[in-house]
């Protein structure tokens, strides 16, 4: 595993290029070990609403606010798995279609997902400074399991096969990230089974 998973926390509530670029200058060593070069692949920070910590737009990466908050290596694993869809073709914004109300699906998860949710959820209510009391919790998990829109079946199975990829790149992420990619590998998984039927 490459890196220390605690190392250097960035509680950054002012994200900038400024500061991604001398992120990326931290991290680049982290993905070189990895194989993965991010060389000729413009990376930057966006403003704009993001559904994710990064994303892949025209052919670049967008970092998204969120991305600020994780640790050194869980940021490079980010980068790392956004680079990975690019690096296999990956490149376009797959559209969402959203659902009527009584098309929403609430997923059950299995209870080893669940406490992933959990997880992921205090760190998201924290990220965002939103009380971490257990009923902002329940409120982050039931607003993550509810499906209310649909992307294609090309968009699932890219980022299945993505994150499967990520989690055996030898990056020592957070416990947080972890149960992150964990729950959004599971939740991945469950919306392409939707959208295959």
Known sequence: MWGDAANNINNSSNPSQQELDRILAQITNVLKATGINYHGIPIRYTSNSCVANAQVANNQIEVCAGFFYYSRNDQASIIWHEVNHIRNGETKTFPRTN???????????????????????????????????????????????????????????????CYNAEMKNGIDVSDAYRAERNFLLWRHQQCLNIVKK
């Open 99 to 161: 659902l009527s109300t009584h098309e929403y699906v609430t997923l059950t998860p299995p209870s080893s997902i669940l406490e992933d949710l959990r997880i992921f959820c205090e760190n998201k209510c924290a990220q965002e400074g939103v009380n971490n009391s257990s009923y902002w919790i329940d409120v982050y998990m039931q607003r993550e399991l509810l499906i209310t829109s649909l992307s294609t079946e090309e968009c699932y199975r890219a980022e299945i096969r």
